[in-house]
């Protein structure tokens, strides 16, 4: 089987990705009604690719919402969780243990509970004990249902009135990933196509890609996690300005090893002044002793559009690495033989 036959099946989902959000505008919550309360909090409790979206909401609510939101990736939910909080469980096949497990606490605690998956046995028990389901389509792998697995949580706080102008950014956020989508798909060679030079680039080498705090560390996130996944490679991250006060300095020894490391620096023009002044300094400091130094810009005007236009190029760069590997980048065995290990007992 050809390497582009193996990618097939992970290419058509990159390629619907905007087709996700222009979906999720079309869904209904006639249940938002029931949770225009005062909460203290909200919890997003999810794993993996379930999580993404709780990160995503998480850094896009800082500056806009009133309250805050907490991302849990456990079994366990934290203390403050109690009758005040708005708990939102999300596992897109429904069948996580960890966000079973914290669910039934969250219920047990008394706080008001959404449930965002495609099914399985968190809709199950959702129906059961009467809370209410965001109900997304259930034909993808979920590291690939991000727009999924965001959107409907955006545009239910939005109605629930704890957010605003969700609605326009992602109208915005699909325009600027079908422009993109064009340049990026597997038809369009490097160095026109960004992602294919970036996988070119990344190959037998480390990875690091380098965020901003509270503007594309979830992106950077992203792409570490995708070239995981994708790729079946290492890849790590961090965020301006807390690796300025540690990482920067372990770019010493080992010589050799650090001559085979990437740096990705994702960059946005809703950075922070000092951000970039921080990023200038540091490049200049490490440009020499790394093997390449990519910056990858966002596009659009919108944060939610900015923020996925990063993510979409990691998407299809992790993608078009695995490709550069001779690897198909849909399985995931590892994982599938932890969760049969895990079933056994």
């Known amino acids: 089987m050809s390497?582009?036959?193996?990618?097939?099946?992970?290419?058509g989902f990159l390629y619907e990705l905007p087709d996700q959000f222009h979906k999720s505008l079309e869904l209904n919550y006639p249940?938002?009604?029931?949770?225009?309360?005062?909460?203290?909090n909200i919890v997003v409790s999810g794993l993996g690719g379930s999580a993404i979206g709780g990160d995503i909401l998480r850094t896009y609510a800082l500056p806009r919402a009133s309250?805050?939101?907490?991302?849990?990736?456990d079994y366990n939910v934290p203390a403050f969780v109690h009758q005040n909080t708005l708990f939102i469980a999300v596992s897109y096949s429904g069948n996580t243990e960890e966000t079973l497990s914290s669910y039934q606490q969250a219920r047990d605690k008394g706080a008001d509970v959404v449930c965002l998956t495609s099914g399985g046995k968190?809709?199950?028990m959702a129906t059961e004990d009467g809370f209410s389901i965001i109900k997304v389509p259930g034909d993808l792998v979920p590291r690939a249902a991000t727009g999924y697995l965001f959107a409907p949580l955006a545009l239910f706080l939005e109605q629930v009135g704890i957010l605003s102008g969700v609605r326009e950014e992602i109208v915005e956020t699909v325009q600027v990933l079908q422009a993109l989508r064009e340049d990026l798909n597997p038809h369009i060679l490097a160095p026109q196509n960004l992602a294919?030079?970036?996988?070119?680039?990344?190959?037998d080498s480390i990875p690091v890609?380098?965020?901003?705090s509270g503007v594309s560390e979830v992106a950077a996130l992203r792409w570490k996690a995708q070239i995981n996944e994708n790729a079946k490679a290492p890849a790590y991250y961090?965020?301006?300005?807390e690796l300025n006060h540690n990482e920067i300095v372990g770019f010493e020894v080992p010589k050799e090893l650090i001559r085979q490391m990437v740096l990705v620096i994702l960059r946005d023009s809703g950075d922070h002044e000092r951000i970039k002044k921080r990023l200038q300094i540091t490049t200049d400091i490490i440009r020499d002793r790394v093997k390449h130094i990519i910056e990858v810009p966002s596009q659009g005007t919108s944060y939610l559009a900015r923020f996925y236009s990063l993510v979409y190029v990691g998407d299809y760069a992790s993608a078009y690495l695995a490709?550069?590997?001779?690897l198909n980048p849909t399985p995931v065995q590892v994982i599938d033989f932890l969760k049969a290990e895990l079933a056994k007992e």
Do not use: C, D, H
Request: aromatic share 12%; proline share 4%; hydrophobic share 45%.
């Open 196 to 203: 294919r030079a970036i996988a070119e680039k990344i190959k």
């Open 31 to 40: 249940f938002a009604e029931k949770y225009q309360k005062s909460y203290r």
């Open 323 to 326: 490709l550069e590997y001779g």
């Open 67 to 73: 309250l805050p939101v907490v991302v849990n990736r």
């Open 238 to 241: 961090n965020v301006f300005p």
């Open 209 to 212: 890609i380098w965020g901003s």
């Open 122 to 124: 968190l809709a199950q």
């Open 3 to 11: 390497q582009t036959l193996t990618a097939e099946k992970m290419m």
